[in-house]
């Protein structure tokens, strides 16, 4: 069964750090990996896509790296602020479909 | 560009009424999801449309629950009748196919509540 794990589940740290959030999933042949972030209340915004044939994706303060044969990503978050407190959700799709595969989120909290 | 539009964004009825949530993909997406959110369950997708044709729906709890995509611009998730287990965030997200996969955008939710 194709299965995405995101621990842990809650992360607080304090202002100012650089933290990294983890993802792992089953089946190693996926087609792509991408990395949300949700505020409570609100929708699912899309931060970094990363290809299958990519092993990094960055945007700004953001950067996600996907190492296929160990079935993990992880999203680096360099000199976080407290805006950036919101749950962190990664999702896998596998070739021949569309549809994504969530894991549970991690909640972070940046402490002032 | 005006993004995935969901309506209503809230709704609350009681047990055994029918609930309508429509969505509005973005213009151009030939990719339409229905996902459900809860604590318990994360989230989950329910079914999901190309070029308008439901592809998947494994993921439709049950009878209950229909969906229709009437045209590249509409969509709609019906439960009938409802039940209070059916109580949760429902998001619906397009995508276009591209070259490559492209990432899926999200609306903001309907938070569904059955009494």
């Known amino acids: 069964k194709q299965e995405v794990t995101q621990i842990p589940a809650a992360l607080s740290v304090p202002e100012g750090e650089n933290l990294v959030l983890n993802c792992s999933f089953t089946?190693?042949?996926?087609?792509?990996l991408q990395w949300f972030r949700q505020d409570p209340g609100k929708g699912l915004t899309s931060l970094l896509l990363?290809?299958?044939?990519?092993r990094e994706q960055t945007s700004g303060r953001l950067n996600a790296s996907l190492d296929k044969s160990s079935g993990r990503s992880t999203l680096y978050i360099a000199a976080s602020q407290p805006g950036d407190s919101a749950t962190y959700l990664c999702?896998?799709?596998?070739?021949?479909?569309?549809?994504?595969?969530f894991g549970q989120g991690t909640r972070l909290t940046i402490n002032p | 560009d005006a993004g995935v539009i969901q309506s209503p964004r809230h709704e609350v009825t009681e047990m055994g009424q029918e609930v309508t949530l429509r969505c509005k993909p973005i213009s151009g997406h030939d990719y339409l999801f229905w996902y459900r959110q809860t604590m318990m369950r994360g989230l989950e997708l329910l079914i999901y449309?190309?070029?308008?044709?439901?592809?998947?729906d494994s993921g439709m709890p049950e009878d209950r629950f229909s969906a229709k995509m009437p045209n590249a611009s509409f969509s709609t998730l019906k439960i009938q009748p409802s039940e209070p287990r059916d109580s949760a965030v429902y998001f619906c997200?397009?995508?276009?196919?591209?070259?490559?996969?492209?990432?899926?955008?999200f609306g903001d939710g309907t938070r569904l509540s059955i009494l």
């Open positions: 449309f190309n070029n308008n044709v439901p592809i998947d």
């Open positions: 997200a397009s995508s276009w196919t591209g070259r490559l996969g492209q990432p899926q955008h």
């Open positions: 089946d190693s042949a996926i087609y792509n």
């Open positions: 990363i290809q299958s044939s990519q």
């Open positions: 999702a896998v799709t596998w070739p021949g479909a569309q549809k994504l595969v």
